[in-house]
Protein backbone atom coordinates (compact mmCIF):
# COMPACT_ATOMS: atom_id res chain seq x y z
CA UNK A 1 0.00 0.00 0.00
CA UNK A 2 1.27 3.32 -1.33
CA UNK A 3 2.39 5.98 2.10
CA UNK A 4 0.55 9.30 1.05
CA UNK A 5 1.93 11.55 3.49
CA UNK A 6 0.14 14.89 2.54
CA UNK A 7 -3.78 14.84 2.43
CA UNK A 8 -5.49 18.43 1.08
CA UNK A 9 -9.60 17.22 1.73
CA UNK A 10 -12.38 19.95 0.51
CA UNK A 11 -9.89 23.10 1.33
CA UNK A 12 -11.47 26.24 1.03
CA UNK A 13 -9.09 29.99 1.51
CA UNK A 14 -11.59 33.08 1.94
CA UNK A 15 -10.23 36.64 1.78
CA UNK A 16 -12.04 39.83 1.77
CA UNK A 17 -10.90 42.90 -0.86
CA UNK A 18 -9.37 45.58 1.28
CA UNK A 19 -9.83 44.55 4.49
CA UNK A 20 -6.20 43.98 5.01
CA UNK A 21 -3.99 46.10 3.39
CA UNK A 22 -0.62 46.08 4.65
CA UNK A 23 -0.42 49.15 6.15
CA UNK A 24 -0.62 51.19 9.12
CA UNK A 25 -3.57 51.54 11.67
CA UNK A 26 -2.91 55.60 10.84
CA UNK A 27 -3.74 54.68 7.03
CA UNK A 28 -6.70 52.59 7.55
CA UNK A 29 -7.84 54.98 9.98
CA UNK A 30 -7.34 57.85 7.71
CA UNK A 31 -9.49 55.51 5.26
CA UNK A 32 -12.51 54.70 7.19
CA UNK A 33 -13.01 58.59 8.61
CA UNK A 34 -13.12 59.27 4.50
CA UNK A 35 -15.41 56.81 3.90
CA UNK A 36 -17.57 57.72 6.92
CA UNK A 37 -17.45 61.05 5.73
CA UNK A 38 -18.22 60.60 1.79
CA UNK A 39 -14.70 61.99 1.19
CA UNK A 40 -12.28 60.82 -1.58
CA UNK A 41 -9.61 57.67 -0.26
CA UNK A 42 -6.64 59.24 0.80
CA UNK A 43 -5.24 55.95 0.20
CA UNK A 44 -6.04 54.87 -2.53
CA UNK A 45 -4.09 53.38 -5.52
CA UNK A 46 -3.84 56.23 -8.39
CA UNK A 47 -6.15 55.04 -11.05
CA UNK A 48 -8.19 53.01 -8.91
CA UNK A 49 -9.71 55.71 -6.52
CA UNK A 50 -13.11 54.37 -4.57
CA UNK A 51 -13.72 52.91 -7.84
CA UNK A 52 -13.11 49.02 -7.20
CA UNK A 53 -16.53 49.32 -4.97
CA UNK A 54 -14.88 45.83 -3.31
CA UNK A 55 -14.05 46.84 0.15
CA UNK A 56 -15.17 43.71 2.52
CA UNK A 57 -16.47 41.98 -0.76
CA UNK A 58 -15.28 37.89 0.07
CA UNK A 59 -13.82 35.67 -2.64
CA UNK A 60 -11.95 32.67 -2.87
CA UNK A 61 -8.00 32.09 -3.35
CA UNK A 62 -8.53 28.97 -3.13
CA UNK A 63 -12.29 26.46 -3.75
CA UNK A 64 -12.50 23.39 -2.96
CA UNK A 65 -8.98 21.61 -3.61
CA UNK A 66 -8.21 17.93 -2.61
CA UNK A 67 -5.41 15.99 -3.33
CA UNK A 68 -2.80 12.96 -1.83
CA UNK A 69 0.84 12.87 -2.42
CA UNK A 70 2.81 9.94 -1.77
CA UNK A 71 6.21 9.67 -0.15
CA UNK A 72 9.31 9.35 -2.51
CA UNK A 73 7.42 11.73 -5.26
CA UNK A 74 8.69 15.34 -6.08
CA UNK A 75 5.26 17.43 -7.19
CA UNK A 76 5.42 20.34 -9.44
CA UNK A 77 2.51 22.79 -8.91
CA UNK A 78 1.89 24.79 -11.74
CA UNK A 79 -0.46 27.67 -11.84
CA UNK A 80 -0.68 31.51 -13.38
CA UNK A 81 -0.05 34.00 -11.31
CA UNK A 82 -2.66 34.44 -9.02
CA UNK A 83 -4.29 30.77 -9.56
CA UNK A 84 -3.75 29.60 -5.46
CA UNK A 85 -0.46 28.36 -5.37
CA UNK A 86 1.53 30.18 -2.89
CA UNK A 87 -1.57 30.55 -0.65
CA UNK A 88 -1.51 26.79 -1.27
CA UNK A 89 1.88 26.35 0.14
CA UNK A 90 1.27 28.50 2.95
CA UNK A 91 -1.64 26.49 4.35
CA UNK A 92 0.55 23.00 4.29
CA UNK A 93 3.08 24.89 6.25
CA UNK A 94 0.59 26.74 8.59
CA UNK A 95 1.12 29.75 8.05
CA UNK A 96 -2.76 30.43 7.94
CA UNK A 97 -5.49 28.41 8.09
CA UNK A 98 -8.13 26.77 5.34
CA UNK A 99 -11.31 28.90 5.83
CA UNK A 100 -12.77 25.27 5.25
CA UNK A 101 -11.54 21.72 4.84
CA UNK A 102 -8.67 19.61 5.97
CA UNK A 103 -5.17 19.52 5.48
CA UNK A 104 -3.13 16.25 6.83
CA UNK A 105 0.31 15.24 6.55
CA UNK A 106 3.05 13.10 8.71
CA UNK A 107 6.31 13.84 9.65
CA UNK A 108 8.25 17.83 9.60
CA UNK A 109 7.52 20.33 6.97
CA UNK A 110 10.37 22.83 6.02
CA UNK A 111 9.42 25.34 4.02
CA UNK A 112 11.23 28.16 1.76
CA UNK A 113 8.39 30.47 0.12
CA UNK A 114 9.96 34.14 0.63
CA UNK A 115 13.44 34.79 0.31
CA UNK A 116 14.93 35.94 3.79
CA UNK A 117 11.94 33.57 5.29
CA UNK A 118 12.60 33.09 8.95
CA UNK A 119 15.89 35.06 8.84
CA UNK A 120 16.54 37.68 11.51
CA UNK A 121 18.48 40.52 10.04
CA UNK A 122 20.53 41.56 12.90
CA UNK A 123 21.70 37.60 13.41
CA UNK A 124 24.66 36.30 12.13
CA UNK A 125 24.17 33.64 9.35
CA UNK A 126 25.66 31.04 11.68
CA UNK A 127 23.25 32.20 14.45
CA UNK A 128 20.21 31.90 11.62
CA UNK A 129 20.98 28.53 10.84
CA UNK A 130 20.28 27.34 14.63
CA UNK A 131 16.62 29.76 14.78
CA UNK A 132 15.67 27.98 11.23
CA UNK A 133 16.72 25.09 12.81
CA UNK A 134 14.70 25.73 15.82
CA UNK A 135 11.70 26.69 14.08
CA UNK A 136 12.06 23.34 11.90
CA UNK A 137 11.61 21.41 15.21
CA UNK A 138 15.45 20.49 15.02
CA UNK A 139 17.42 20.47 18.57
CA UNK A 140 20.41 22.40 18.79
CA UNK A 141 22.42 19.03 18.56
CA UNK A 142 20.82 17.67 15.69
CA UNK A 143 22.01 21.48 14.05
CA UNK A 144 25.50 21.33 15.15
CA UNK A 145 26.19 17.83 13.37
CA UNK A 146 25.04 19.30 10.40
CA UNK A 147 26.51 22.65 10.51
CA UNK A 148 29.56 22.58 8.53
CA UNK A 149 28.03 20.37 5.95
CA UNK A 150 25.02 23.18 5.80
CA UNK A 151 28.03 26.44 5.17
CA UNK A 152 29.51 24.15 2.75
CA UNK A 153 26.52 23.89 0.71
CA UNK A 154 25.06 27.43 0.74
CA UNK A 155 28.79 28.71 -0.72
CA UNK A 156 28.72 31.44 2.09
CA UNK A 157 31.31 30.28 4.61
CA UNK A 158 33.68 33.37 4.28
CA UNK A 159 30.54 35.37 5.13
CA UNK A 160 29.29 33.44 7.94
CA UNK A 161 29.59 35.40 11.08
CA UNK A 162 28.28 38.39 9.42
CA UNK A 163 25.02 39.79 10.24
CA UNK A 164 22.12 38.26 7.60
CA UNK A 165 21.34 42.41 7.07
CA UNK A 166 24.18 42.87 4.89
CA UNK A 167 23.47 39.87 2.66
CA UNK A 168 22.25 39.73 -0.91
CA UNK A 169 19.13 38.49 -1.76
CA UNK A 170 21.12 35.65 -3.63
CA UNK A 171 23.03 35.27 -0.21
CA UNK A 172 19.61 34.56 1.88
CA UNK A 173 18.33 32.10 -0.76
CA UNK A 174 21.74 29.81 -0.84
CA UNK A 175 21.31 29.70 3.09
CA UNK A 176 17.90 29.35 3.60
CA UNK A 177 17.73 26.36 1.36
CA UNK A 178 21.06 24.81 2.68
CA UNK A 179 19.43 24.97 5.94
CA UNK A 180 15.83 23.41 4.50
CA UNK A 181 17.30 20.77 2.73
CA UNK A 182 20.12 19.73 5.10
CA UNK A 183 17.55 19.36 8.24
CA UNK A 184 16.11 16.00 6.87
CA UNK A 185 12.81 17.23 6.20
CA UNK A 186 9.59 14.39 5.59
CA UNK A 187 8.61 17.54 3.34
CA UNK A 188 10.18 20.08 1.14
CA UNK A 189 8.78 23.11 -0.24
CA UNK A 190 10.47 25.54 -2.39
CA UNK A 191 7.76 28.51 -3.96
CA UNK A 192 10.44 29.91 -6.96
CA UNK A 193 12.91 31.57 -4.74
CA UNK A 194 15.92 29.28 -6.48
CA UNK A 195 15.30 31.91 -9.56
CA UNK A 196 17.45 34.53 -6.97
CA UNK A 197 20.23 32.24 -7.41
CA UNK A 198 23.22 31.19 -9.86
CA UNK A 199 22.63 29.32 -12.59
CA UNK A 200 25.59 26.91 -10.93
CA UNK A 201 24.11 27.27 -7.47
CA UNK A 202 20.11 26.01 -8.97
CA UNK A 203 21.52 23.15 -10.61
CA UNK A 204 23.15 22.27 -7.15
CA UNK A 205 19.69 22.31 -5.59
CA UNK A 206 17.82 20.40 -8.12
CA UNK A 207 20.26 17.58 -7.43
CA UNK A 208 20.02 17.70 -4.19
CA UNK A 209 16.11 18.27 -4.49
CA UNK A 210 16.32 14.94 -6.64
CA UNK A 211 18.27 12.94 -3.24
CA UNK A 212 15.44 14.24 -1.16
CA UNK A 213 12.74 13.06 -3.21
CA UNK A 214 13.89 9.48 -3.42
CA UNK A 215 13.28 8.58 0.07
CA UNK A 216 11.03 11.93 1.29
CA UNK A 217 8.68 14.38 -0.52
CA UNK A 218 9.45 17.52 -2.29
CA UNK A 219 6.91 20.06 -3.84
CA UNK A 220 8.20 22.70 -5.95
CA UNK A 221 6.78 25.61 -8.10
CA UNK A 222 8.53 26.96 -10.96
CA UNK A 223 7.40 28.65 -14.39
CA UNK A 224 10.55 27.23 -15.64
CA UNK A 225 9.27 24.29 -17.30
CA UNK A 226 12.94 22.92 -17.70
CA UNK A 227 13.51 22.80 -13.99
CA UNK A 228 10.33 20.90 -13.54
CA UNK A 229 11.05 18.61 -15.99
CA UNK A 230 14.59 17.90 -14.24
CA UNK A 231 12.89 17.36 -11.33
CA UNK A 232 9.10 15.75 -11.21
CA UNK A 233 7.17 13.52 -12.71
CA UNK A 234 3.82 14.18 -11.31
CA UNK A 235 1.90 17.74 -11.01
CA UNK A 236 -0.59 19.81 -9.48
CA UNK A 237 -2.62 22.45 -11.89
CA UNK A 238 -4.39 25.37 -10.27
CA UNK A 239 -6.56 27.70 -12.36
CA UNK A 240 -8.17 30.57 -10.36
CA UNK A 241 -8.17 28.62 -7.59
CA UNK A 242 -9.45 25.52 -8.24
CA UNK A 243 -7.74 22.15 -9.04
CA UNK A 244 -7.82 21.30 -12.87
CA UNK A 245 -5.92 18.49 -12.78
CA UNK A 246 -3.46 16.10 -10.62
CA UNK A 247 -0.99 13.98 -12.41
CA UNK A 248 1.28 13.15 -15.13
CA UNK A 249 3.48 16.61 -15.85
CA UNK A 250 3.28 16.89 -19.40
CA UNK A 251 -0.75 16.93 -19.61
CA UNK A 252 -0.50 19.46 -16.45
CA UNK A 253 2.51 21.73 -18.41
CA UNK A 254 0.32 21.13 -21.53
CA UNK A 255 -2.79 22.59 -19.41
CA UNK A 256 -0.78 25.65 -18.40
CA UNK A 257 0.39 26.41 -21.53
CA UNK A 258 -3.30 26.86 -22.68
CA UNK A 259 -3.08 24.21 -25.12
CA UNK A 260 -7.07 23.41 -24.03
CA UNK A 261 -7.33 26.82 -26.22
CA UNK A 262 -5.11 25.98 -29.14
CA UNK A 263 -7.05 26.40 -32.34
CA UNK A 264 -10.49 28.44 -30.98
CA UNK A 265 -11.53 31.03 -33.08
CA UNK A 266 -14.83 31.73 -31.45
CA UNK A 267 -14.45 32.19 -26.95
CA UNK A 268 -17.42 32.67 -24.90
CA UNK A 269 -16.43 34.68 -21.46
CA UNK A 270 -19.35 34.07 -19.41
CA UNK A 271 -18.30 31.39 -17.54
CA UNK A 272 -14.68 32.60 -17.36
CA UNK A 273 -13.07 34.20 -13.94
CA UNK A 274 -12.92 37.37 -14.59
CA UNK A 275 -9.60 39.80 -13.27
CA UNK A 276 -10.77 43.68 -13.47
CA UNK A 277 -11.86 45.62 -10.98
CA UNK A 278 -14.46 47.59 -12.66
CA UNK A 279 -16.28 44.34 -14.70
CA UNK A 280 -19.81 45.34 -13.28
CA UNK A 281 -19.59 48.78 -15.45
CA UNK A 282 -18.10 47.53 -18.83
CA UNK A 283 -17.52 43.74 -19.21
CA UNK A 284 -15.88 41.73 -21.99
CA UNK A 285 -18.54 39.47 -23.63
CA UNK A 286 -17.23 37.06 -26.33
CA UNK A 287 -14.59 37.41 -28.82
CA UNK A 288 -14.04 35.93 -32.42
CA UNK A 289 -11.02 35.76 -34.53
CA UNK A 290 -11.96 36.19 -38.04
CA UNK A 291 -10.67 34.81 -41.02
CA UNK A 292 -9.04 31.98 -40.02
CA UNK A 293 -10.43 28.07 -39.48
CA UNK A 294 -7.75 27.65 -36.34
CA UNK A 295 -5.61 30.29 -35.08
CA UNK A 296 -1.91 29.90 -36.41
CA UNK A 297 -0.83 32.36 -38.46
CA UNK A 298 2.58 32.91 -40.98
CA UNK A 299 5.07 35.79 -39.84
CA UNK A 300 4.28 39.14 -40.63
CA UNK A 301 0.17 37.97 -40.37
CA UNK A 302 -2.18 40.15 -38.39
CA UNK A 303 -5.33 38.75 -36.16
CA UNK A 304 -8.39 40.40 -37.18
CA UNK A 305 -10.75 40.03 -34.07
CA UNK A 306 -14.06 40.98 -33.16
CA UNK A 307 -15.08 41.71 -29.34
CA UNK A 308 -18.46 42.28 -27.95
CA UNK A 309 -18.56 43.89 -25.02
CA UNK A 310 -21.56 45.20 -22.43
CA UNK A 311 -21.62 48.05 -20.41
CA UNK A 312 -23.70 49.35 -17.84
CA UNK A 313 -22.69 53.15 -17.61
CA UNK A 314 -21.40 55.90 -19.84
CA UNK A 315 -17.48 55.43 -20.20
CA UNK A 316 -15.29 58.06 -22.72
CA UNK A 317 -12.59 57.07 -24.38
CA UNK A 318 -12.90 53.44 -23.46
CA UNK A 319 -9.94 51.25 -25.09
CA UNK A 320 -8.37 48.05 -25.12
CA UNK A 321 -4.88 46.14 -24.81
CA UNK A 322 -3.45 42.88 -25.28
CA UNK A 323 -0.69 40.92 -23.59
CA UNK A 324 1.06 38.16 -25.03
CA UNK A 325 3.00 35.26 -23.03
CA UNK A 326 5.17 32.66 -24.82
CA UNK A 327 3.57 29.55 -23.98
CA UNK A 328 5.39 27.97 -20.98
CA UNK A 329 7.26 31.32 -20.36
CA UNK A 330 6.96 34.58 -18.36
CA UNK A 331 7.80 37.02 -21.38
CA UNK A 332 5.74 39.73 -22.60
CA UNK A 333 4.57 42.07 -24.38
CA UNK A 334 2.00 44.67 -25.24
CA UNK A 335 0.23 45.83 -27.82
CA UNK A 336 -2.37 49.21 -27.52
CA UNK A 337 -5.70 50.45 -29.08
CA UNK A 338 -6.23 54.05 -29.23
CA UNK A 339 -9.64 55.23 -27.57
CA UNK A 340 -12.58 53.39 -29.69
CA UNK A 341 -15.76 53.92 -28.25
CA UNK A 342 -17.77 56.37 -25.70
CA UNK A 343 -20.28 53.58 -24.33
CA UNK A 344 -23.92 54.81 -23.35
CA UNK A 345 -25.60 53.21 -20.30
CA UNK A 346 -26.59 49.72 -21.15
CA UNK A 347 -25.78 49.53 -24.08
CA UNK A 348 -23.80 46.63 -25.82
CA UNK A 349 -20.89 47.38 -27.94
CA UNK A 350 -19.35 45.34 -30.99
CA UNK A 351 -16.33 46.40 -32.49
CA UNK A 352 -13.76 44.86 -35.08
CA UNK A 353 -10.00 45.08 -34.74
CA UNK A 354 -6.84 44.18 -36.59
CA UNK A 355 -3.42 43.60 -34.74
CA UNK A 356 -0.43 43.35 -36.32
CA UNK A 357 2.06 40.79 -35.36
CA UNK A 358 5.08 42.57 -37.55
CA UNK A 359 8.03 40.20 -36.57
CA UNK A 360 6.27 38.29 -33.85
CA UNK A 361 9.03 35.04 -33.44
CA UNK A 362 7.56 32.03 -34.47
CA UNK A 363 6.36 30.05 -31.24
CA UNK A 364 2.79 29.62 -29.00
CA UNK A 365 1.15 32.47 -27.24
CA UNK A 366 -1.01 33.18 -25.01
CA UNK A 367 -3.40 36.52 -25.00
CA UNK A 368 -4.30 38.35 -21.81
CA UNK A 369 -6.82 41.10 -23.08
CA UNK A 370 -8.30 44.04 -20.84
CA UNK A 371 -10.65 47.22 -21.30
CA UNK A 372 -9.63 50.65 -19.59
CA UNK A 373 -9.78 54.22 -20.00
CA UNK A 374 -7.59 56.75 -19.15
CA UNK A 375 -8.61 59.58 -17.45
CA UNK A 376 -8.08 63.48 -18.01
CA UNK A 377 -5.33 62.97 -14.99
CA UNK A 378 -3.03 60.93 -17.16
CA UNK A 379 -4.36 57.52 -14.43
CA UNK A 380 -5.46 54.19 -16.47
CA UNK A 381 -8.42 52.84 -15.11
CA UNK A 382 -8.70 49.39 -15.25
CA UNK A 383 -12.41 48.04 -16.14
CA UNK A 384 -12.43 44.40 -17.19
CA UNK A 385 -9.52 42.25 -17.93
CA UNK A 386 -9.41 38.42 -19.17
CA UNK A 387 -6.45 35.88 -18.45
CA UNK A 388 -6.10 33.42 -21.09
CA UNK A 389 -8.54 34.89 -23.82
CA UNK A 390 -7.29 32.99 -26.43
CA UNK A 391 -4.00 31.09 -27.84
CA UNK A 392 -2.64 30.97 -31.40
CA UNK A 393 0.80 30.40 -33.02
CA UNK A 394 2.88 32.01 -35.43
CA UNK A 395 4.61 29.91 -38.00
CA UNK A 396 7.69 30.67 -40.50
CA UNK A 397 7.09 29.35 -44.09
CA UNK A 398 11.07 29.14 -45.41
CA UNK A 399 9.51 28.49 -49.01
CA UNK A 400 7.39 31.72 -48.97
CA UNK A 401 9.45 33.85 -46.55
CA UNK A 402 12.84 33.35 -47.88
CA UNK A 403 15.44 35.84 -46.54
CA UNK A 404 12.65 36.48 -43.00
CA UNK A 405 14.00 32.89 -41.40
CA UNK A 406 13.48 34.05 -37.34
CA UNK A 407 17.04 33.94 -35.89
CA UNK A 408 16.00 34.67 -32.19
CA UNK A 409 19.20 35.21 -30.54
CA UNK A 410 19.63 38.11 -33.13
CA UNK A 411 16.31 39.83 -33.14
CA UNK A 412 14.42 38.69 -30.06
CA UNK A 413 10.73 37.14 -29.22
CA UNK A 414 8.88 40.50 -29.78
CA UNK A 415 7.78 43.19 -32.35
CA UNK A 416 4.08 44.13 -32.74
CA UNK A 417 2.46 47.06 -34.19
CA UNK A 418 -0.69 48.94 -32.30
CA UNK A 419 -4.40 47.41 -32.11
CA UNK A 420 -6.52 49.24 -35.14
CA UNK A 421 -10.01 49.32 -34.92
CA UNK A 422 -11.24 48.78 -38.38
CA UNK A 423 -14.62 48.42 -40.21
CA UNK A 424 -15.50 45.20 -42.42
Same mark, same amino acid.
Given at each position: M????? @???H???EY??????N???? =???? @?????I +?????P???????????R?????????????D??????????G?????? $???L??I?R??S #???????YKG?V???LE?G??F????????N?YL??????????D??K???????????? &??? =?? &???R?????Y?KLG???????? #??????D?????G =???????C????SE??????????S???R??????????????G?L??SG????A????S??????ETH???????????L? +??? +???E?DI??VA??????????RF????????A???L??G?Q???A????? $????SA #?F?D??EN???????EM &????L? #??????????????????M?????VP????F?????P????????????L???????I???K?
Amino acid at each position: MNDIVL @EAQHVYKEYRYGVINNRTFK =DDLA @EKIAKI +RHKENPMAKIGNQDLSGRDGQKFFALEDVSFDIQRGQAVALIGRNGAGK $STLLKLISRITS #PTKGLIRYKGNVASLLEVGTGFNRELTGRENIYLNGAIMGMTKNDITKRLDEIIEFSEIG &PFI =DT &PAKRYSSGMYVKLGFAVAAHLD #PDILICDEVLAVG =DVSFQDKCIRKMSELASEHTVIYVSHNMRTLRQLCSTAIYLEEGKLTYSGDLEHAISLYSGASHMGETHRDFSDVRHQGNLG +RFV +RLVEMDILDVAACEFEMGASIRFRLKMLSSVAVSGLKIGIQLTRAGSDIL $STALSA #PFADTKENEILTETFEM &PLGGLA #PGEYDARIWLYMVDPMGRMISYDIVPNAFRFAVTQNPGKNQGLLWNEKALGLFRMGDIERIKL
